[in-house]
């Protein structure tokens, strides 16, 4: 019997998820849950701020160099340059995504309300995960649970520690 993982976030670590050692390649049914339009994460650069979403800012150039930043399994195109500006690694995840073919386990405008064991967690190791979309909650059981929401998808408000 197939086992089945929900990933929560579809960003480069939850592509990354579902395609990686973790689920695909390892034989596992993953089901994506994004509560956006779109997948790329923090990386998805919008002029609009959309609630409970982090993004980077329109001119922000990665410190990190093209080949450091990609996927093992899925090199940078060469032509891209070494230090990325964000919209060219959004377009790096948007290929690693189609490559790999990943946008049919995702599913798109759904949040996930809550994660909790199973009943019978202690015997079956299940999870209960409750999402909501169009205004619909839906409860499914799962195998594993893999939350790839990323640090930064909550303000921490900064803390003065000097008297």
């Known amino acids: 019997m197939v086992k089945t993982v929900a990933v929560i976030g579809s960003g480069i670590s939850g592509l990354g998820a579902i395609k990686g050692d973790a689920c695909l390649e390892e034989g596992l049914e993953p089901t994506c849950f994004e509560r956006s339009s779109d997948i790329g994460g923090l990386w998805r650069f919008t002029d609009e701020v959309e609630e409970g979403r982090a993004s980077i800012y329109k001119s922000l150039v990665t410190n990190v160099s093209k080949e450091i930043m990609c996927l093992s399994d899925f090199p940078m195109p060469d032509h891209f340059p070494n230090f990325l500006p964000n919209h060219k690694y959004f377009e790096y995840i948007k290929l690693y995504a189609e490559h790999f073919k990943l946008l049919q386990y ?58």
């Open 106 to 163: 995702i599913h798109f405008k759904t949040a996930v309300c809550r994660v909790e064991k199973h009943s019978d967690f202690p015997v079956t190791g299940q999870w209960l995960v409750t999402t909501e979309s169009n205004g619909e909650k839906k409860t499914d059981i799962f195998d594993a649970v893999m939350v790839c929401t990323g640090q930064h998808s909550q303000p921490v408000a900064a803390m003065n520690t000097l008297p």
